[in-house]
Every structure is written in C-alpha cells, then in structure tokens.
C-alpha cells in the first residue's frame, strides 16, 4: 500500500522556528479515512509539546496540531461512517486499543487507554512504532472510528477548536452535572475558557470569570458571564466569594493559588482542572486545605472519548457555540513565521481567542 505524501510545518528542534516540512504517512487502510485538512487550531498544549516542556520524550521535527477540521478525499474499503466529499474532524487521539476487555475504550474513554495515540509526537504501535504528526499540515490518515462527523453547514474557520478546546470543557460540565442556576465560575478567560463561559451560559449558569486582564472583560460580559474579577488587582480577591460556586472550571495555564479556588467552592462543589502549565510552573496545594475546606472535591479532566465529543461538536453546532477565531494564512513561509509569532502571543496571554491554521494552499 502506498504511503500518503505530506506537506506541513514543522519545528526542528525545541527553540523552533516553524518551517515548511514535508513527510510521509501511513496508507489508508481498509477502516481508514483520508482527510485534506482544511483548518488546525493552535493550543496551548501545542506550545508546551513543541518547546519540550512536560519532560516527555523529544520528537522532532515535530507537526504539532490536534484541532482539525476537513474534506474526506479517500476512504478504505470498510468503512462505513464516511464517504468521499464529507466533513470530518479530529481531535487530540488517532487510535487506541479498542479491545471489549479493555475497561477505558469499552466505556468511550479512550484518552485514558493504555495504548491511546495521540495525533502528534506519540508511538503508534498500531502503525509499526512510527511517530504521529499533527494537524499544521494538509492531510491526514485516521481510523474512520477516530474522526468526528462535522455537519455541511457548520462555520468550517471556527470548527477545528471544538475538537480539543471544545471537548476539553464540554466534558467536566457534563461531568459535574452543572444546572441551570448554578452558580459557576470559570478561572482563566483564553482559547479553552471562553468556550466554557459559552457552555455554561447555554445551560443557564450563572458565570463568573476570574482572569488576570482588564482587556476580557468586555468580551466576557458580552458572552453572558454576570462578573468578571481581575485577579491581578488584588491577592484577596476570592474573598468576596467565599463558599460560593457549586463548580469552577480551572483553564490556567501557569502558577496560580490553588486554595484560593477551592475556597470558593460552597459545600459538595467541584473544582475541575484542566489547563496544563509546563512542568516547571506547577502550582500545588497544601495538604491541610483540603480538611480547612471540608468537603469540596478537585478533579483532573482530560478532553473527552470519541463519542462525547462527536455529542460536543452537534451540540457545539447546533447551538452556534464557536470559538472567537483569529485565521492565520498566506504563503509557506508566511505561515511558518505567523505561527512562531503566535506561539509568543499565547505564551504571552495577549491572545483574542484561538488562532486557526489556514491550509487549504499548502
Ligand atoms: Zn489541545
Ligand atoms: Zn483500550
């Protein structure tokens, strides 16, 4: 079977920058789907991946990119949930075990498999140990199982970020079971939480946004939150809002004072985390908080199974729940050096919300 021939950006080494690259994936099997990606988020994560910062094993170049959206061009011959010309997208996994034994896949939690693959710079013992590469790039190979169905009529710019800036929040809410009423909190207003105020508003929550820039504050409002607390003006701001929230949303992407949050949270609340700082700029939490804040609960929350997300991304849809999108595009060259340039504005927390990756000319 033939190899399917690539075109994307790559960094080469941890202190970038982004170059044109071009590489081969595996053919398209018989249950998989060949996609001519059209846009690629960029997140957070990506920036930590690329630049070496969660100690992980280096690979390089490296093809970030876990937020796609595009054209199915090429379909195995058993597959059976797509046909050429439909929409498709993929988030932060390729593949996992999808044994009926195994307890993760066969509860739709495939991110926690054993042998999950993620979409860039992970092993894919399913394809002879070869390294996945991402979405910064014009196509991709997927299991049919793996992709999303994206409707004909959604905001095609706007989609890709649902599938991991999306899924990433949608999955926590729906976890803590969050009403209408309730009063929530979201900490941290870039890429993933203003797609959470977005959710909790639909449901009818009423929204707090912590953040530590005056700029989003307007836009925050606007998107139906009832406050917005400028984290920056005072190392006493949770006190205002002592035992208040039944649920916060953690997105911060750096050190941050924990406890503060978990005192927040009124009696039975949850606090769920799901930014990811570099492993140097870990925050922590003292032991004794939790007995001083009785009966509160702190949980990890990993994007989402393939099946919830393909629920995130009709509901996201239907419900015209869309990042706030700034579009990269022109030449390769362009491109290359607009992403590196994004990559700072992010790390910078300047940026308006989510950039998307242009690659219909590559
Ligand atoms: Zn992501
Ligand atoms: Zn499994």
């Not at 992970?122 to 199982?145: A, L, P, R």
């Not at 836009?219 to 005072?234: H, I, L, P, T, W």
């Not at 997105?251 to 990811?276: C, H, N, Q, W």
């Amino acid at each position: 079977m033939e190899k399917i021939k690539s075109k994307g950006y790559a960094m080469f080494s941890k202190d970038g920058p982004f170059r044109p690259y071009e590489f081969e994936r595996h053919a398209v099997g018989d249950n998989d789907i060949l996609i001519k990606i059209m846009y690629a988020g960029i997140c957070h994560s990506d920036i930590h991946q690329a630049r070496s910062e969660w100690n992980e094993k280096e690979h390089y170049p490296m093809v970030p990119g876990h937020e796609i959206v595009g054209q199915v061009i090429q379909v195995g011959k058993n597959v059976t949930k797509f046909k050429v010309g439909d929409y498709a997208g993929v988030g932060c996994m390729v593949n996992s075990c999808k044994d009926p034994n195994c307890e993760t896949c066969r509860h739709n939690r495939e991110q926690e498999c054993v042998d999950a693959v993620f979409t860039y710079a992970s092993k894919d013992k399913f394809h002879g140990g070869e390294i996945t590469q991402g979405g910064y790039s014009n196509n991709i190979v997927i299991s049919e199982e793996f992709a999303i169905k994206v409707p004909a009529d959604a905001d095609f710019e706007k989609v890709a970020p649902l599938l991991c800036a999306g899924i990433t929040t949608y999955s926590p809410i729906q976890f803590s079971k969050v009403r209408k009423g309730d009063k929530v909190a979201v900490a941290g207003f870039g890429g993933l939480g203003h797609m959470a105020v977005q959710y909790l508003v639909r449901i009818g929550a009423d929204v707090t946004v912590f953040d530590v820039s005056e700029e989003k504050r307007e836009v925050a409002m606007k998107m139906g939150a009832k406050e917005f607390v400028d984290v920056s003006k005072s190392p006493n701001f949770y006190k205002d809002h002592l035992n208040e929230f039944y649920f916060i949303l953690s997105t911060i992407p750096a050190k941050y004072d924990m406890s503060a949050y978990l005192r927040m949270l009124k009696f039975g609340g949850e606090f769920a985390i799901v930014g990811l700082p570099a492993t140097k700029n870990l925050p922590s939490i003292s032991l004794n908080s939790f007995v001083f804040t009785p009966n509160r609960k702190i949980y990890g929350s990993m994007i989402g199974g393939i099946k919830e997300t393909q629920e995130m991304l009709d509901y996201s849809v239907e419900n015209n729940i869309y990042p706030k999108v700034k579009i990269i595009k022109g030449t390769p060259d362009e491109v290359a050096k607009q992403i590196t340039e994004a990559y700072n504005t992010i790390v910078n927390g300047e940026v308006q919300f989510r950039f998307v990756i242009d690659m219909r000319n590559l």
